[in-house]
């Protein structure tokens, strides 16, 4: 059975830190390109950042490019995002993805930043 679990969320000040985790099972995860999507209230899913399967290319939205960086360990099964300089409007429910033809979701994580 194919899952995502993501971790690492919770409440942080503007310019703070966090590193979200997302542990799979259940599937070949090195050959999976793995995505962090986000959505805010109100707002659509939006693509935050993606790590292909081969070569470690990476991805990301110009929003949060130089601030967040995607990373795979696929000896861990476990993709990760270190979440950096955040603003106020980053908070969002941040949401695992596992892509390759079909594509599967976690259950959300959700950051907020706030003072």
């Known amino acids: 059975q194919l899952q995502l679990v993501e971790s690492g969320g919770g409440l942080v000040q503007p310019g703070g830190s966090l590193r979200l985790s997302c542990a799979a099972s259940?599937?070949?995860?090195?050959?999976?390109?793995m995505s962090w999507y986000r959505q805010a209230p109100g707002k659509e899913r939006e693509l935050v950042a993606t790590?292909?399967?081969?070569?470690?290319?990476?991805a990301y939205a110009g929003s949060v490019k130089g601030r967040f960086t995607i990373s795979r360990d696929n000896a861990k099964n476990t993709v990760y995002l270190q979440m950096n300089s955040l603003k106020p409007e980053d908070t969002a429910v941040y949401y695992c993805?596992?892509?390759?033809?079909?594509?599967?979701w976690g259950q959300g994580t959700q950051v907020t930043v706030s003072s």
């Open positions: 259940g599937f070949t995860f090195s050959s999976f390109a």
């Open positions: 993805n596992a892509r390759k033809g079909s594509t599967y």
């Open positions: 790590i292909f399967s081969t070569g470690g290319n990476t």
